[in-house]
């Protein structure tokens, strides 16, 4: 299997067979390809646009866990990981003049071996699940426009139960439509959406937090510590949702996977190296910027008690027209990043980088398609005499032109859609599937692979000063990992103990 996964993820990726000219043209770079046109400024608009998301909605409640001085510490904390060892990737993108396209390109060149495989479980576990988190988070998002509305008509002390399980077979349903276009490029419109939406909800969040707070708002209890211990939680629940929170954190900051591909957009020159750790330095402080007033902002505005997603746990009642809005633009974002497209579609947004608006073209979070597109791969090349696998039918839809029909890949995307819809409904717990997603991306694709081909690229001596202080990072962020998915981990368990599949109501 390890080995199927490294030969496939060559066939996924026919650019890294591309053969390098080794000078570069009017029209063309030196591998041949059509002359790059990127610049700091794109890069930057693109690494902010890729890690603004779904993960800022969790904030508010990850700064209530950790208090007023843990909070922030670790947003700037994981900021600053993130930057130094995009720092590293930056300078892995080049290998002996050979330019990597993709994340996997990187560690094939600088590592190979076990570690390719190694990347390729931990980039696609991910795709997993994000896929399931994607279908928990919409749907609760759906939900929050019906109780936005009863809370408006009823009043604020209304039940307003509303089960999330349509909602997310009404997801799920989408899904299995949009998932059987074969074609990465006939996303584009769909990725381009998400982006938008994506910038809507997160500003419309920071925008109700300030709003609250300049109206007063009611008291709200906060503290140096967050919440307290013997009044807002027990010592235990303390410690673990501590935990969770860091893992929260960690998925708020995960771009590290299409790094090298915004760095493939760059001209040169500049070397590209040297302008992607400009934009990192760029679009990573902007990025905290906005996260630490969103995050320390909403704590304030909603204290101790504030919800795991603070535009679906309704501290925010009114106007209820504008959050009902917001929750639309989550539900519109999360569809379509759920199908966004991997590097093929990524290649050809940022072509058209000057006719988008900074960069919103490039909301590409690589999810379900990238899974589809090696699954399938895989099937044709071990079972290639099969027509149910190899063979495409052109069928005319009208008013759609032709689509090319295949037997499994209508029954595998469906299947994976379905398999995926019912986990979330039976684990539909919001914060921990966040922290557990953050948590287990954060260490492999953002700490430890960067480190590692720093080491090797660099030929750092084996326990020298440098040497010793980069395996120390890699180990406490290992450390700081495994805690955040224990803590998740135990609060999934928690939740399920008490839960009921297709009952009870989905937690935020």
Same mark, same amino acid.
């Given at each position: 299997?390890?080995?199927?996964?490294?030969?496939?993820?060559?066939?996924?990726? +026919?650019?890294?067979?591309?053969?390098?000219?080794?000078?570069?043209?009017?029209?063309?770079?030196?591998?041949?390809?059509?002359?790059?046109?990127?610049?700091?400024?794109?890069?930057?608009?693109?690494?902010?646009?890729?890690?603004?998301?779904?993960?800022?909605?969790?904030?508010? !409640?990850?700064?209530?866990?950790?208090?007023?001085?843990?909070?922030?510490?670790?947003?700037?904390?994981?900021?600053?990981?993130?930057?130094?060892?995009?720092?590293?990737?930056?300078?892995?993108?080049?290998?002996?003049?050979?330019?990597?396209?993709?994340? @996997?390109?990187?560690?094939?060149?600088?590592?190979?071996?076990?570690?390719?495989?190694?990347?390729?479980?931990?980039?696609?576990?991910?795709?997993?699940?994000?896929?399931?988190?994607?279908?928990?988070?919409?749907?609760?998002?759906?939900?929050?426009?019906?109780?936005?509305?009863?809370?408006?008509?009823?009043?604020?002390?209304?039940?307003?139960?509303?089960?999330?399980?349509?909602? @997310?077979?009404?997801?799920?349903?989408?899904? /299995?439509?949009?998932?059987?276009? $074969?074609?990465?490029?006939? /996303?584009?419109?769909?990725?381009?959406?998400?982006?938008?939406?994506?910038?809507?909800?997160?500003?419309?969040?920071?925008?109700?937090?300030?709003?609250?707070?300049?109206?007063?708002?009611?008291?709200?209890?906060?503290?140096?510590?967050?919440?307290? #211990?013997?009044?807002?939680?027990?010592?235990?629940?303390? #410690?673990?949702?501590?935990?969770? &929170?860091?893992?929260?954190?960690?998925?708020?900051?995960?771009?590290?996977?299409?790094?090298?591909?915004?760095?493939?957009?760059?001209?040169? +020159?500049?070397?590209?190296?040297?302008?992607?750790?400009?934009?990192?330095?760029?679009?990573?402080?902007?990025?905290?910027?906005?996260?630490?007033?969103?995050?320390?902002?909403?704590?304030?505005?909603?204290?101790?008690?504030?919800?795991?997603?603070?535009?679906?746990?309704?501290?925010?009642?009114?106007?209820? !027209?504008?959050?009902?809005?917001?929750?639309?633009?989550?539900?519109?974002?999360?569809?379509?990043?759920?199908?966004?497209?991997?590097?093929?579609?990524?290649?050809?947004? /940022?072509?058209?980088?000057?006719?988008?608006?900074?960069?919103?073209?490039?909301?590409? @979070?690589?999810?379900?398609?990238?899974?589809?597109?090696? #699954?399938?791969?895989?099937?044709?090349?071990? !079972?290639?005499?099969?027509?149910?696998?190899?063979?495409?039918?052109? #069928?005319?839809?009208?008013?759609?032109?032709?689509?090319?029909?295949?037997?499994?890949?209508?029954? !595998?995307?469906?299947?994976?859609?379905?398999?995926?819809?019912?986990?979330? @409904?039976?684990?539909?717990?919001?914060?921990?599937?966040?922290?557990?997603?953050?948590?287990? &991306?954060?260490?492999?694709?953002?700490?430890?692979? $960067?480190?590692?081909?720093?080491?090797?690229?660099?030929?750092?001596?084996?326990?020298?000063?440098?040497?010793?202080?980069?395996?120390?990072?890699?180990?406490?962020? /290992?450390?700081?990992?495994?805690?955040?998915?224990?803590?998740?981990?135990?609060?999934?368990?928690?939740?399920?103990?008490?839960?009921?599949?297709?009952?009870?109501?989905?937690?935020?």
């Amino acid at each position: 299997m390890a080995k199927e996964l490294e030969k496939n993820s060559l066939h996924i990726e +026919p650019s890294t067979v591309a053969l390098e000219n080794g000078e570069a043209s009017k029209d063309f770079d030196d591998d041949g390809r059509s002359r790059r046109t990127g610049t700091v400024l794109t890069a930057s608009a693109h690494i902010i646009t890729a890690v603004i998301g779904s993960g800022v909605l969790s904030l508010a !409640w990850a700064i209530a866990q950790l208090g007023w001085v843990a909070g922030p510490a670790v947003l700037v904390a994981f900021s600053f990981i993130t930057y130094l060892t995009s720092t590293f990737l930056a300078d892995s993108y080049r290998h002996q003049g050979r330019r990597n396209y993709t994340y @996997m390109d990187v560690v094939r060149s600088h590592l190979g071996g076990y570690k390719v495989q190694l990347c390729g479980v931990a980039q696609y576990g991910n795709l997993i699940g994000v896929t399931i988190g994607y279908t928990i988070t919409a749907s609760i998002s759906m939900v929050a426009v019906k109780r936005s509305n009863c809370f408006h008509k009823e009043g604020h002390e209304a039940a307003c139960s509303i089960s999330t399980y349509p909602f @997310m077979a009404i997801f799920g349903g989408i899904q /299995l439509v949009l998932s059987q276009i $074969p074609n990465f490029h006939e /996303l584009s419109w769909l990725s381009i959406v998400a982006a938008v939406m994506s910038f809507a909800y997160s500003s419309i969040g920071f925008a109700l937090s300030v709003a609250k707070l300049a109206g007063g708002g009611g008291h709200v209890e906060t503290g140096l510590t967050g919440t307290r #211990v013997g009044v807002d939680t027990s010592a235990s629940e303390k #410690v673990w949702k501590s935990f969770q &929170a860091i893992g929260d954190i960690a998925f708020a900051y995960a771009f590290s996977t299409i790094l090298i591909e915004i760095q493939d957009t760059l001209k040169s +020159p500049p070397p590209e190296n040297v302008a992607m750790k400009k934009a990192s330095l760029v679009g990573v402080s902007t990025t905290t910027l906005f996260y630490v007033l969103c995050g320390c902002l909403g704590y304030a505005a909603f204290g101790n008690d504030a919800p795991g997603n603070f535009l679906t746990g309704f501290g925010f009642y009114e106007p209820f !027209w504008l959050i009902d809005f917001a929750n639309v633009c989550i539900a519109i974002h999360l569809i379509g990043a759920y199908q966004a497209a991997q590097k093929k579609l990524l290649h050809r947004l /940022l072509k058209i980088t000057t006719i988008s608006i900074f960069g919103l073209s490039l909301k590409i @979070m690589v999810f379900a398609q990238p899974l589809f597109g090696f #699954v399938e791969d895989r099937c044709r090349q071990k !079972w290639p005499e099969n027509k149910g696998i190899a063979e495409e039918h052109a #069928v005319r839809v009208p008013l759609c032109g032709v689509y090319n029909f295949n037997v499994f890949r209508l029954v !595998w995307r469906s299947v994976y859609v379905i398999i995926t819809s019912l986990i979330a @409904m039976i684990f539909p717990f919001f914060n921990n599937f966040l922290g557990l997603i953050g948590a287990s &991306a954060f260490y492999p694709l953002t700490v430890y692979f $960067p480190i590692e081909m720093h080491i090797a690229q660099a030929k750092v001596p084996k326990y020298s000063c440098r040497w010793v202080w980069l395996k120390i990072l890699s180990w406490a962020c /290992l450390i700081v990992s495994l805690v955040a998915a224990a803590g998740s981990v135990r609060g999934l368990a928690a939740d399920v103990k008490t839960y009921k599949p297709f009952q009870s109501e989905a937690h935020e």
